[in-house]
């Protein structure tokens, strides 16, 4: 199953990204859902801040989670993860989405390039599973808790709970 939305070039497209991602995989665990939302949204920005296009979100759901973020810039160059500083406000985007997810890259397209990640897709929470129970274990941190990149391999972060409710 794909579920495609298009998305103007405002900053206010990223909450409406959010919500979009809520909506195709809102049975889905919270850690997963907290982490395709939080991805998702990077893409979006980046849509916005350094495309500077109307985008489109794809979102597929089978063996894997798959999130496509597909502008229409024209410039087909594989964008950089950078190493910004810590007084820089920001310039993360990237690295967070290749610490949290299963995988990422990028794929032109006739209009611009599709920028993707993929997330592991576990079975869907039944109606009745609270989100509650998947809160993190006492003293375990995400991997959102250490300044840099781990080294770890990517499906193991991403076993981690990726943030506590």
């Excluded at 195709?24 to 998702?40: F, N, P, Y």
């Excluded at 964008?79 to 890259?105: C, F, K």
Aim: with cysteine.
């Amino acid at each position: 199953m794909t579920r495609r939305r298009s998305f103007p070039c405002r900053p206010e497209s990223v909450p409406g990204v959010r919500e979009f991602v809520r909506e195709v995989l809102g049975q889905r665990s919270q850690q997963t859902l907290a982490a395709a939302e939080l991805l998702a949204s990077e893409l979006a920005t980046n849509c916005i801040r350094h495309a500077n296009t109307d985008f489109e979100i794809a979102i597929r759901v089978g063996a894997e989670i798959r999130v496509e973020a597909r502008d229409g810039e024209g410039d087909h160059r594989r964008p950089q993860p950078r190493s910004p500083s810590v007084d820089e406000p920001s310039g993360r985007g990237l690295r967070i989405i290749e610490t949290m997810s299963a995988s990422w890259g990028v794929s032109p397209s006739r209009d611009g390039k599709v920028v993707w990640f993929t997330l592991p897709a576990e079975p869907e929470r039944s109606a009745s599973t609270s989100r509650t129970s998947e809160a993190r274990p006492t003293g375990e941190a995400g991997p959102l808790a250490d300044s840099g990149c781990s080294r770890m391999s990517a499906r193991r972060r991403f076993a981690r709970p990726a943030l506590a409710f």
